[in-house]
């Protein structure tokens, strides 16, 4: 059966590119049987069907991870719509991101629920360290959610999910080896027996990698390769008592080992720098049904973000930094109405930042961060749908905020939706932003007013979204030598993000389109290192025993700094052939046309490299 489904992804700029619009709105349809959509809860906290949701809200499920043959999170999420990946080099080098032009910092990541983005200088996320063996599904909410998530949730939020335990037993395993001396293994368990839940996953990957630095740009830096080494792992074990009441603990660990090269006027051609970090997380859980219509989930948590760098040097020093963030939430969810729900939640924060500057400089900073949340979903016969969310937020010693959400659908008929919000959010400055060696106690929050209007298309074989966006941030914080970190302007973006999916002659065709104009409002320039147009398309075929998946994605120009980065197009291509019910082999070839290219001024992107490997699959 042929499956079509047209799903939302990111998009904005000025002007539209005519022949990548018009194709993506004029995709061929195929006569085909409806592919049920997916069930979400990150958009509102409660679960939605897909097509419901009056938010952005796309999902890289389980398959897809499987088909794209990929390994880490960042080269996943480069090709979904509205995300721009920036790394210093290859496989786990430093890893920033923007959505809807917001920085890293400013759009929330979850593991199970529980956040992981950094309490140091960076303000970022490990996402170079997450590795896809340990993941399951993806949701995608583009768009302010501070309502939902509070701070550091104005860009929207990426959740992930970890293997989670099947009704009957299954396990895998797989191996893969390719260019320059790279390899990654994989094993996996999940199952239940007499109501214990359990799913345990570990992965190793390495690679001796290349050359990142660029030294006709940067002069200082040691061309020599730079290798990666991660071993992750995660599980989750749980007992249902009935079909109401479930208690259990869910935990995930990564731990990559990685040479950088610094490229500052301090560094020698000959230095080797070496890094490690460690990204954890656990959590207990109790999901319970209270009554018919009331149901309660309760998790207490821990995030743990470890980093350590040693620059071996003429003058040799380390540096260390631990964030380490523990989480109460208390969430309900109540039924009052057949078309309307609530939910109300509670949660506490305990954030921590402890580090050494390696000359001697050490930080030690805490702070609590408490948050009331409540929330409304209505939705009727007639076509009309509403969500209403509100919540208050109390940050020690920098800001208690008030945010909202208001969104509004109006279905005209069985084929089109069309759909309207508006939110308010806020972002905190992290504990190393304000008490770091470069701090600034005085630093404001940043505040944000985001529109949202758009159109879903629901067709028997095909689902298309068009959103228009306008987001702004003001007493955006910026880096300011010499005065560190400082509220210094305001920060706009509007734009447009198409995003579908649908079948033509047997392939399954998933492509996105970007138009956006991150600006600073006081200046007037575009935003550091941030396209104005980003496009991607995806094409996976099954053919008896063969899989075959096409990826391309585009980025426009961008300035880092007072330099140019060029636009690319990256492919890369994949197939996997089924020897028999639980053999496949695998190849894939990334970089395809060896593109030259940049998303960090100085660092070189990954060339043309090739792996091939083997699963079994039970």
Same mark, same amino acid.
């Given at each position: ?31 085909? =049987? ?28 389980? #398959? ?50 529980? *956040? ?38 104005? &860009? ?49 990957? &390495? ?15 040691? *061309? #020599? ?216 106690? =005085? ?16 067709? *028997? ?158």
């Amino acid at each position: 059966m042929k499956a079509i489904s047209c799903l939302p992804r990111q998009g904005r700029s000025r002007v539209l590119s005519p022949s990548f619009a018009t194709c993506l709105l004029l995709l061929p349809v195929a006569h085909a =049987s409806t592919q049920l959509p997916e069930v979400v809860v990150t958009s509102s906290r409660t679960e939605q069907l897909q097509t419901d949701t009056l938010l952005h809200t796309t999902v890289i499920t389980a #398959d897809r991870i499987r088909q794209s043959q990929q390994q880490d999170l960042p080269s996943l999420l480069r090709a979904e719509a509205g995300i721009q990946i920036t790394q210093t080099g290859g496989i786990g080098s430093a890893t920033g991101f923007f959505m809807r032009g917001a920085a890293t910092r400013q759009t929330l990541v979850l593991v199970d629920g529980v *956040p992981i983005t950094k309490q140091d200088a960076t303000g970022t996320v490990s996402i170079e360290h997450l590795m896809l063996a340990e993941i399951d599904r993806i949701e995608i909410v583009r768009g302010n959610v501070s309502s939902i998530y509070g701070s550091g949730a104005v &860009g929207g939020v990426i959740q992930i999910f970890t293997r989670k335990p099947t009704e009957k037993f299954q396990s895998s395993v797989s191996a893969e080896f390719g260019s320059r001396m790279s390899y990654s293994t994989a094993a996996s368990v999940r199952g239940t027996v007499d109501g214990v839940r359990y799913a345990i996953s570990a992965s190793a990957l &390495g690679t001796d990698g290349f050359s990142a630095i660029n030294p006709r740009q940067l002069v200082n830096g040691n *061309p #020599d390769a730079d290798g990666y080494r991660n071993t992750s792992a995660s599980g989750s074990l749980s007992k249902v008592w009935s079909v109401d009441q479930e208690l259990g603990i869910r935990f995930s660990q990564s731990q990559g080992r990685f040479d950088f090269d610094g490229g500052t006027s301090f560094d020698q051609s000959t230095d080797k720098h070496t890094g490690k970090t460690n990204v954890s997380t656990v959590s207990v859980f109790s999901h319970n049904r209270l009554t018919d219509r009331w149901t309660s989930q309760l998790n207490m948590s821990e995030a743990v973000d470890k980093n350590s760098n040693r620059f071996q040097s003429a003058y040799p020093f380390e540096n260390a930094y631990k964030t380490q963030t523990r989480l109460l939430d208390w969430l309900h969810r109540i039924t009052l109405h057949e078309s309307l729900r609530a939910t109300a939640g509670l949660s506490y924060q305990r954030q921590s930042l402890f580090g050494n500057d390696g000359f001697g400089g050490v930080s030690d900073f805490s702070r609590n961060a408490w948050s009331t949340q409540g929330g409304l979903e209505y939705a009727d016969n007639n076509g009309h749908s509403v969500q209403l969310n509100a919540r208050h937020d109390d940050i020690q010693g920098n800001v208690a905020a008030n945010t909202g959400l208001l969104g509004y659908g109006y279905r005209i008929n069985e084929q089109l939706k069309l759909i309207a919000s508006a939110s308010t959010g806020f972002m905190a400055p992290p504990l190393g932003y304000l008490y770091g060696q470069y701090g600034n106690p =005085s630093l404001r929050p940043e505040y944000s007013r985001s529109w949202d209007v758009g159109a879903q298309l629901t067709l *028997p074989d095909v689902e298309l979204r068009l959103t228009w966006f306008d987001a702004r941030i003001r007493d955006q914080i910026e880096w300011r030598n010499p005065n560190g970190f400082t509220n210094v302007s305001s920060a706009r973006n509007q734009g447009i993000e198409i995003s579908g999916q649908t079948m033509l002659s047997d392939w399954a065709i998933r492509p996105s389109l970007t138009l956006q104009d991150p600006r600073d409002v006081d200046s007037g320039q575009l935003l550091n290192r941030r396209a104005r147009e980003l496009a991607s398309i995806s094409a996976t075929r099954s053919d008896g025993p063969w899989v075959i998946n096409l990826a391309a994605s585009y980025s426009g120009q961008r300035f880092d700094g007072a330099n140019r980065l060029g636009t690319y197009l990256v492919a890369s291509m994949g197939a996997s052939y089924k020897l028999s019910n639980d053999w496949s082999l695998l190849a894939r070839l990334d970089n395809v046309f060896n593109e030259n290219y940049q998303s960090v001024y100085g660092y070189n992107q990954l060339p043309r490299s090739f792996f091939i490997g083997a699963r079994w699959q039970q």
